[in-house]
Each structure stands twice: as C-alpha cells, then as structure tokens.
C-alpha cells in the first residue's frame, strides 16, 4: 500500500491560488493511479481530478475543468493540484488518493489508499 501526506492547503481569498501536494511512501507509487478528492461540511466527498500513472491522461469535475491541473513527478513520488481563480465554493478538506491500478477513477471506492486530507478555504 501507498502511504499518502498531503500539504498546502490554507486560507485564500477568492480569485487567488494554491498548489496541493501529496508525497507518496512506497515503492509501487509510480504504478498507482492517483486521484485528489475534497468533502465539504455536510456533503459527501466528491471526485476533484484524477491522472494515470504516466501522466498522460487525466480527468477532471465540471466544477474545476479550466482552473484545476493535476500532475504528478514519479521521480519525487508527488502529485500536485495547482487549483487557481478560486471561488468560495470550492472550500473544503481536500484528499489524495492512490489505487492499485494504473488508471485514475472518478469513485472514491476504487481507491485503497487516502491521506489525512489538507483544509482549503476560500474566502469571499
């Protein structure tokens, strides 16, 4: 399994950005397709972006398409989210997520591996 630690996450006003990264321990990260989740108080968790484990394809919710960029560097074993024009709706405890396949998923049911989650807040 992949032992995921996310950081970055903060306080931002609207407009602004942040860049997330979860460092991955283990040695069967660059096998795993990775995926950044975030929950809000009082709603479920929901799929953010997801990427291959080459890199070379990658997905993203209708909610962030456009501001969002997932990448990941093998070499380092982490995966970012570069997350601009920020809005308020977009606060919440962010995850990073590892499966044990080489492609990404949209359901938070394919992943067996999850970091602690980072908090992001967006302020109007």
């Known amino acids: 399994q992949v032992q995921l630690v996310e950081s970055g996450g903060g306080l931002v006003q609207a407009g602004g950005s942040l860049r997330l990264s979860c460092a991955a321990s283990?040695?069967?990260?660059?096998?795993?397709?990775m995926g950044w989740f975030r929950q809000a108080p009082g709603k479920e968790r929901e799929f953010v972006a997801g990427i291959s484990t080459s890199g070379a394809a990658s997905g993203y919710a209708d909610s962030v398409k456009g501001r969002f960029t997932i990448s990941r560097d093998n070499a380092k074993n982490t995966v970012y989210l570069q997350m601009n024009s920020l809005k308020p709706e977009d606060t919440a405890v962010y995850y990073c997520?590892?499966?044990?396949?080489?492609?990404?998923?949209?359901?938070?049911?394919?992943?067996?591996?999850w970091g602690q989650g980072t908090q992001v807040t967006v302020s109007s």
């Open positions: 283990g040695r069967t990260f660059s096998s795993s397709g």
């Open positions: 997520a590892a499966r044990s396949w080489g492609y990404y998923s949209g359901s938070s049911r394919d992943y067996n591996s």
